[in-house]
């Protein structure tokens, strides 16, 4: 009884405006995913700005809109896929990693197999749509809104299930989210890493069902608009565009899975609704929405456009890769081209030199200068394909500052000298 306030004691600071900000943010994000959807798509004419605003609210006073929202089938399908998610973890072969030290000198172990169950997925679907062609792919496009719905009641079963799960006697509960208020708890996550014996809810939901269904939905809108035109050699090359752009980074994430172990979410925030809905719904129905628009308001964009676009991802690429691989590496151990460090009070240590002197997150520029150039393709009939990367600078400007803070009670003066050796959080010589 003594040693449980030790373990896990009270969290007394708020992040995201305490609750009313994570209330906020718990209905703000499945009503954004559909407002997105129901002010952009096929079903609704399009997307012009000024009639998204009205035309939703009108349609919250019929309740056949409501009845809509839900569809047995694209549930059932949703279901099955998550399934196949959890069994491909089980049954397909993977190396076992370690993961950081947690604050009680234990450290998880990690099966890494999402490459594998990615490439199994993608092998059955381009098989499927191989034999029977491109309209047999197009379900997810055609039932989206029903999707949206599974995906949204899946994100708060998840986080219902870990909320009431992080009450059992010994379990780890995250630095920041054990306040006692429902909320805010609910939101954040309670539980540092929920797992059922060696599955790890949080790392699986990360980058599985989420981050793999992105992929395959961008995959269904090509069909769609396979669909419409008459074939893939009518396929728009926009379209081909931001399926290699967002297909390459879901490919290198999962191609790279250990690497997040390390990261703030993992290593720091509890598995609540945030990440739930942040994994299942807001990455798959969010993060495509650049491809479902072009199904519906296709872009030929012509070799020039192509040309200026695929430099602008390239250099995003180049910056996102080089930076994480210098950390990650480094982080192993490794520190193949010599970089400059010093070492902590801690023992860690800390790059100085290369991507990580000179800025403190160097990774999120490459990460934004690519959710750029999966807009542009796009065109610039509406600014709502480009929500994407407002949201994003939004995500990482605030994600830098909590890590930040993160690093100051991590390393505490030592985090001060390398805020001063490395004054730019973001952009070198800008911010
Ligand atoms: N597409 C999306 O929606 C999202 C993408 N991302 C991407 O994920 C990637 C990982 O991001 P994230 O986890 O936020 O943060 P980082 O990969 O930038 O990792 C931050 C951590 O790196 C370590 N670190 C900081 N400075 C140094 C240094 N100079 N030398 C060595 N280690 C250092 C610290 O941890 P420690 O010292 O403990 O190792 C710090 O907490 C990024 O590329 C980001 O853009 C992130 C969020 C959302
Ligand atoms: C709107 C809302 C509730 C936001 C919550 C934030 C989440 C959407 C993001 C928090 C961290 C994320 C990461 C990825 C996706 C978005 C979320 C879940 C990520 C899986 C994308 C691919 C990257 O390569 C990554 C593996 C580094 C990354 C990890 C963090």
């Given at each position: 009884m003594e040693k449980q306030p030790l373990l896990n004691p009270r969290t007394t600071s708020y992040e995201f405006l305490g609750p009313p900000g994570a209330l906020?943010?718990?209905?703000?994000?499945?009503?954004?995913?559909?407002?997105l959807y129901f002010g952009c798509s096929e079903e609704s004419g399009g997307c012009p700005p000024k009639l998204v605003l009205s035309r939703i609210f009108l349609s919250l006073a019929d309740p056949e809109w409501w009845k809509g929202l839900w569809d047995?089938?694209?549930?059932?399908i949703y279901l099955a896929w998550y399934t196949f998610c959890i069994v491909s973890w089980a049954i397909l072969p993977g190396e076992r990693v370690e993961g950081t030290t947690l604050r009680t000198g234990a450290k998880k172990t990690y099966k890494i197999n999402a490459f594998s169950t990615f490439s199994l997925a993608l092998s059955l679907t381009l098989g499927g749509i191989y034999l029977y062609g491109p309209q047999s792919f197009t379900f997810l496009y055609d039932k989206f809104v029903g999707f949206v719905t599974a995906a949204i009641i899946a994100s708060?079963?998840?986080a219902t299930f870990c909320y009431a799960f992080s009450f059992r006697p010994g379990s780890l509960l995250a630095l920041g989210g054990n306040t006692g208020n429902f909320v805010y708890d609910f939101f954040i996550g309670r539980e540092l890493n929920p797992s059922i014996g060696s599955f790890d809810i949080k790392t699986f939901h990360e980058i599985r069902p989420g981050l793999i269904l992105w992929a395959l939905v961008d995959i269904s809108m090509v069909c769609a608009q396979a669909t419409r035109?008459?074939?893939?050699?009518k396929v728009t090359d926009s379209l081909w565009l931001v399926l290699l752009f967002q297909g390459g980074y879901i490919t290198d994430s999962l191609y790279n899975e250990s690497d997040i172990f390390r990261q703030m979410d993992i290593t720091t925030d509890g598995f609540g609704f945030m990440l739930a809905v942040g994994d299942l719904t807001w990455v798959p129905f969010v993060y495509s929405l650049q491809a479902r628009y072009l199904v519906f308001n296709p872009v030929e964009l012509g070799p020039v456009w192509i040309a200026a676009i695929v430099l602008f991802n390239a250099a995003g690429l180049y910056i996102f890769r080089t930076a994480n691989s210098e950390k990650n590496d480094f982080r192993r151990g490794a520190n193949p081209k010599n970089l400059e460090f010093f070492t902590t009070e801690s023992g860690t240590k800390l790059l100085t030199s290369g991507?990580?002197?000179?800025?403190?997150?160097?990774n999120y520029l490459g990460d934004i200068l690519m959710a750029l150039a999966w807009s542009l393709p796009t065109g610039f009939d509406t600014p709502i394909?480009?929500?994407?990367v407002v949201y994003f600078a939004?995500?990482?400007?605030h994600r830098q500052r909590r890590d930040d803070e993160n690093c100051k009670r991590k390393y505490g003066k030592d985090w001060k000298k390398y805020m001063e050796l490395v004054p730019y959080r973001i952009i070198?010589?800008?911010y």
């Amino acid at each position: 009884m003594e040693k449980q306030p030790l373990l896990n004691p009270r969290t007394t600071s708020y992040e995201f405006l305490g609750p009313p900000g994570a209330l906020l943010i718990t209905l703000g994000v499945p009503s954004l995913t559909y407002g997105l959807y129901f002010g952009c798509s096929e079903e609704s004419g399009g997307c012009p700005p000024k009639l998204v605003l009205s035309r939703i609210f009108l349609s919250l006073a019929d309740p056949e809109w409501w009845k809509g929202l839900w569809d047995a089938q694209a549930a059932l399908i949703y279901l099955a896929w998550y399934t196949f998610c959890i069994v491909s973890w089980a049954i397909l072969p993977g190396e076992r990693v370690e993961g950081t030290t947690l604050r009680t000198g234990a450290k998880k172990t990690y099966k890494i197999n999402a490459f594998s169950t990615f490439s199994l997925a993608l092998s059955l679907t381009l098989g499927g749509i191989y034999l029977y062609g491109p309209q047999s792919f197009t379900f997810l496009y055609d039932k989206f809104v029903g999707f949206v719905t599974a995906a949204i009641i899946a994100s708060v079963c998840q986080a219902t299930f870990c909320y009431a799960f992080s009450f059992r006697p010994g379990s780890l509960l995250a630095l920041g989210g054990n306040t006692g208020n429902f909320v805010y708890d609910f939101f954040i996550g309670r539980e540092l890493n929920p797992s059922i014996g060696s599955f790890d809810i949080k790392t699986f939901h990360e980058i599985r069902p989420g981050l793999i269904l992105w992929a395959l939905v961008d995959i269904s809108m090509v069909c769609a608009q396979a669909t419409r035109r008459g074939g893939f050699g009518k396929v728009t090359d926009s379209l081909w565009l931001v399926l290699l752009f967002q297909g390459g980074y879901i490919t290198d994430s999962l191609y790279n899975e250990s690497d997040i172990f390390r990261q703030m979410d993992i290593t720091t925030d509890g598995f609540g609704f945030m990440l739930a809905v942040g994994d299942l719904t807001w990455v798959p129905f969010v993060y495509s929405l650049q491809a479902r628009y072009l199904v519906f308001n296709p872009v030929e964009l012509g070799p020039v456009w192509i040309a200026a676009i695929v430099l602008f991802n390239a250099a995003g690429l180049y910056i996102f890769r080089t930076a994480n691989s210098e950390k990650n590496d480094f982080r192993r151990g490794a520190n193949p081209k010599n970089l400059e460090f010093f070492t902590t009070e801690s023992g860690t240590k800390l790059l100085t030199s290369g991507w990580w002197g000179a800025s403190r997150h160097p990774n999120y520029l490459g990460d934004i200068l690519m959710a750029l150039a999966w807009s542009l393709p796009t065109g610039f009939d509406t600014p709502i394909t480009y929500f994407y990367v407002v949201y994003f600078a939004g995500l990482l400007i605030h994600r830098q500052r909590r890590d930040d803070e993160n690093c100051k009670r991590k390393y505490g003066k030592d985090w001060k000298k390398y805020m001063e050796l490395v004054p730019y959080r973001i952009i070198p010589y800008v911010y």
